[in-house]
């Protein structure tokens, strides 16, 4: 669309996993106008500051617009469509007959929003025998999922919006959102005098600031904080034990376990007041209802799995679970996770949980001799090379493959390493959505309409798959007439077509969603064929949830499709009640199973363990990549977008400062076990001594308006080490790197005597 702004039309902001409904005005390709949108179900009109600026990420100047192929000399040269998928289906397709197809690895699947693309992978993977995956919940949610699978089979969200105390653990919703209307919620939890919030951070956090209970831990020291909290809980008699008898097992063992933990010395280590901590157990024990949300601060430190284990004793133990305001199991569109995708990898032998190997080995199951290494790579809407551990050891490890391709909007640092780069649509070019459904008991689906036609050059990602498929030639093309022919006359005869088509041939099921696309894709409205593999996702909801989907007034899953594809401000897909949760649960007894013997004897080590990683040569912890106002992720590529923090700083304490030297907006060096890096110095008294943080999002290169480059800021990956992981999941400890802070002009002053 070019010429003046149009009218209103509504989409969604894809900067968090909120995804917020928002409506903008399109004028000359630009998001000229935006604004919360008052139908979305969820936000309701709610937005952050962040969406305001999404433009940025709209019309961005290092835009792709023609699929690029490496010559050998590094360089890039434009080819045409044709020819690139071509060449790499028959690069994939010839790796996979020489290696198998299951030494190709598949990175992504979409960022905050765009998860349409990801859905149509499969499909290609599939047909040439590829399973394994990795993307950015590797680096963050795995251990969490490890310990829901062993707990219910499921995941569950808080009902904050009704709890009477919510509690954040490593967690900052002012900044970070990740549930619906979140500095709305906040505001109205801290005028509430009968409500109250819990927040275990060692910095002090805007929403730590409106906390009742600012548990301040140590850097690191987390888990002794939480197993200090479970254990007043346990040794103070406030579990609810109705609820554990008649809805947990394996609570004697637990119990045991807490009964001996050493509240007054765990909070010595853990740097907070016993008082204070058992203050906030009782308020928790005593409340009618309970939510809690942990994140990063915890998942990306050390004893990130513990720490899921023990924080989720808060709720269980006081039986805050299916009751208003409490922590819920809910439904899902799209599972987030593979069920029952559990192995090891094939050459580390680490983890995979949920389907996904942990980011951190993929280097490591590049770089060897081993005949079972990764052999090539697709990345789709990633930045591997600049969000994981060690940016170094994963750029010399794309450069062994022998086929790497990547799809994503602009030439990123990992596209830079890449043989083709294939120029997606960006996501208001396009239908998109995202599968980050996580509500309860009202849970809703965003089907987001295209805003303009795609950039020239450009394809949205269900035809690139598409078009890779084609090239395979993996299906039969004159198996899909009869459905092409059943999908114009209407859902129930194309749903008749297909059940008679997957019967006579299982084949077309494994390959899914091109099967949809090609068939069905067709016949939907003008700019809506990427959206058709969620037919096969509503016809799933509507046997997984009937009663849910009824009542959010769903007849059946070509209802629940169609009510997507008319719903421009998304719609509510399933409503559940109260008691439903603990159908929820997966194990067959319905009950939480508490008991996890290994997370068990590492809450008894924790008497033993050290508190933290520093050492006299790098005696500060540094927080690689925190959120703040201006950032979010690789996304925005563009920093005219930040109106302040422009570099980047790195935030340290004044007591810090004062003892190494450093003055407020002079310079810095971080040095740590993995690289040395320059930041701009913030003196910040929501730092603790000995705590330093840089924000995420940065160092990332940019073409400016006269040609050159810019790269603001650090690469936060630059500092970090994949061998700093948990031992369970593999989730990096970004939130925890042991680092050495100098003053850049008292380092200047050392070299010149």
């Known amino acids: 669309m070019t010429g003046p702004a149009t009218e209103w039309q509504p989409t969604a902001c894809i900067l968090c996993e909120c995804n917020c409904g928002i409506v903008v005005q399109v004028e000359d390709r630009r998001l000229a106008r935006i604004r919360g949108d008052k139908e979305h179900p969820a936000s309701r009109g709610y937005t952050c500051n962040k969406a305001l600026r999404l433009d940025h990420y709209q019309n961005n100047r290092n835009r792709l617009t023609s699929p690029m ?23 994939f397709a010839q790796i996979a007959a020489d290696h198998g197809g299951d030494k190709i690895l598949y990175y992504g699947g979409g960022g905050q929003g765009n998860h349409l693309g990801g859905a149509y992978s499969g499909a290609f993977l599939k047909a040439l025998g590829s399973h394994h995956r990795s993307n950015a919940l590797a680096q963050e949610k795995t251990g969490e999922h490890w310990v829901d699978a062993h707990f219910y089979g499921n995941h569950t ?105 050493p509240i007054g010395e765990y909070a010595v280590r853990c740097g907070v007041e016993e008082e204070l901590i058992r203050k906030a157990a009782r308020r928790i024990a005593a409340a009618g209802s309970v939510a809690v949300f942990e994140d990063l601060g915890i ?24 009751k208003r305001g409490s922590q819920h199991l809910h439904s899902s569109f799209a599972p987030l996770f593979r069920p029952g995708g559990v192995g090891r990898t094939p050459v580390t032998g680490a983890p995979i949980i949920g389907g996904l190997m942990p980011s951190n080995v993929v280097p490591e199951e590049i770089l060897t001799d081993h005949p079972d290494r990764f052999r090539a790579m697709i990345v789709e809407s990633s930045n591997p090379a600049h969000s994981v551990a060690d940016s170094d050891a994963v750029r010399r490890a794309f450069a062994e493959l022998e086929l790497l391709v990547v799809i994503d909007v602009a030439m990123t640092e990992t596209a830079r390493m890449a043989h083709y780069v294939l120029p997606a649509a960006t ?9 980050f459904n996580l509500e309860f008991p009202h849970n809703t689906f965003h089907l987001r309409h295209p805003l303009m036609e795609p950039l020239p050059g450009t394809l949205p990602e269900p035809e690139i798959w598409a078009r890779l498929m084609r090239a ?19 859902l129930a005869a194309f749903t008749d077509a297909f059940l008679a088509a997957v019967g006579a041939n299982p084949g077309l099921g494994k390959v899914l969603p091109f099967v949809l696309y090609e068939t069905l894709g067709p016949a939907l409205p003008e700019g809506l064929s990427g959206a058709a593999a969620l037919w096969g996702l509503a016809q799933k909801t509507a046997m997984t949830y009937p009663d849910a989907m009824r009542r959010a007034g769903h007849a059946d899953g070509n209802a629940l499709f169609t009510a997507i594809l008319e719903g421009k401000s998304g719609v509510t897909f399933t409503v559940h009640e109260y008691e439903e949760d603990f159908a929820l649960i997966t194990h067959p007894d319905r009950r939480i199973a508490l008991e996890i013997p290994e997370m068990l004897a590492d809450v008894r080590a924790l008497a033993d363990a050290p508190a933290g990683l520093t050492s006299p040569e790098f005696p500060i912890v ?30 340290v304490s004044p007591q810090d400062a004062e003892a190494l030297g450093l003055v407020d907006g002079g310079r810095a060096r971080i040095t740590t076990a993995a690289g040395v890096a320059e930041a701009t110095v913030e003196i910040s008294e929501a730092m603790l001594p000995g705590h330093a943080s840089l924000p995420n999002g940065f160092g990332l290169d940019f073409a400016g308006a006269d040609g ?32 050495r802070i100098d003053s850049v002009a008292g380092a200047l002053a050392g070299a010149a005597s």
């Not at 192929?69 to 690069?91: C, F, H, K, N, Q």
């Not at 720490?307 to 805050?320: E, P, Q």
């Not at 996501?427 to 599968?435: G, L, N």
């Open 157 to 261: 969200r808080g009902e904050f919006e009704h709890a009477e105390v919510s509690v954040f653990v490593g967690k900052n919703p002012w900044m970070s959102q990740s549930f619906p209307r979140a500095r709305v919620v906040l505001n109205e939890i801290a005028k509430d005098p009968g409500r109250s919030m819990v927040v275990i951070d060692p910095v002090l956090t805007d929403t730590a600031k409106m906390a009742d209970f600012h548990l301040r831990v140590r850097p690191g020291a987390d888990a002794w904080c939480l197993a200090a909290l479970a254990g007043v809980l346990v040794r103070e008699k406030l579990c609810d034990e109705r609820f554990l008898a008649e809805h947990v097992t394996g609570v004697d063992a637990v119990r045991q376990v807490l009964a001996e933990v």
């Open 299 to 322: 998942q990306q430190s050390p004893n990130s799995t513990l720490c899921s284990y023990l924080n989720k004793m808060l709720w269980i133990l006081t039986g805050n679970f299916a």
């Open 427 to 435: 996501q208001f070019e396009k239908v998109e959505a995202t599968f």
């Open 69 to 91: 192929r490496r010559l050998p000399d590094g360089s890039y040269e434009p080819i045409d469509w044709d020819t690139a998928v071509r060449e790499i289906a028959d690069g």
């Open 622 to 651: 540094l927080s690689a990549g925190e959120r703040r106002a201006f950032t979010a992720n690789d996304i925005i590529r563009d920093p005219s977008w930040r109106q302040r923090d422009s570099d980047g700083a790195l935030r």
């Open 708 to 739: 050159t480059t810019q790269t603001p800021g650090v690469a936060p990956n630059a500092l970090t080490s994949s061998a700093w992981r948990d031992a369970y999941a593999g989730t990096p400890w970004h939130k925890h790197v042991p680092a």
């Open 472 to 490: 395979l030639g993996a299906v039969d093309d004159s198996e899909l007439i009869p459905l092409r022919r059943a999908a114009d006359q209407g």
